[in-house]
């Protein structure tokens, strides 16, 4: 059966939403990248998922109907395909004893790291960010999403219901869970 489009049609507005869609990536790649990298703990794998979110979206994008912001419905693209690619991982281990990078450490503990580099602030900085990461890791996916659109993407109740199909009550009630259980597994770390 012949499609309802034909191909030119198609190209030409495949052709037409690229540059605006390019825009949209250097405007958010890194805010997408970072939140991939926060809910699958590998970079490789997380600059990976970064390209298939835009690549997804691209296709996508002129179905986008504008009912929330375009951070929010990549958001929304990221976190449904981080989950579907940690359920089909049938591994979960995130590093290995080899892995040297210390993307862990968030920019206020790269400051501090940077204003004293003695190379005992730089072992306590790697130390105390591994630990938040196992601790992060620990906590279901749903408390963990919601942590880090709360605490890393500094999101409104409002914006985490929309990404997540919650009420703003909801969110704000598994929030508060989701600190609480984290501020418990923290301590058993120590």
């Known amino acids: 059966m012949p499609s309802s489009v034909s191909p030119p049609v198609a190209a030409d ?3 037409a ?3 605006a869609f390019e825009t949209i990536y250097r405007e958010h790649a890194q805010a997408i990248y ?36 375009i951070r929010t419905w990549l958001y929304r693209i990221a976190i449904n395909h981080c989950q579907t690619l940690r359920q089909s ?14 993307w862990f450490a968030s920019p206020a503990a790269t400051t501090l790291s940077s ?4 190379p005992l ?27 880090l659109l709360a605490a890393d993407e500094h999101l409104a109740y409002d ?4 990404l997540t199909d919650q009420t703003p009550d909801a969110v704000r009630g598994k929030l508060h869970r989701a600190r609480k259980a984290f501020a418990q597994h923290f301590s058993k770390t120590a």
Do not use: C
């Open 89 to 102: 991982w049938h591994q979960r281990h995130v590093f290995t004893q080899s892995d040297d990078t210390d």
């Open 115 to 118: 204003a004293s580099p003695g």
């Open 159 to 162: 914006q985490i219901a929309t």
């Open 34 to 69: 970072y939140l991939t990298l926060r809910l699958l703990g590998n970079p490789a794998q997380a600059e990976d998922a970064t390209h298939d979110v835009f690549l997804k979206a691209f296709r996508k994008y002129a179905a986008f109907r504008g009912d929330s912001s």
């Open 13 to 15: 507005a495949i052709i």
């Open 121 to 147: 602030r730089v072992l306590e900085t790697k130390e105390l960010g591994e630990r938040i990461q196992k601790t992060f890791d620990a906590l279901p996916p749903e408390y963990r999403i919601i942590l």
């Open 17 to 19: 939403a690229a540059p």
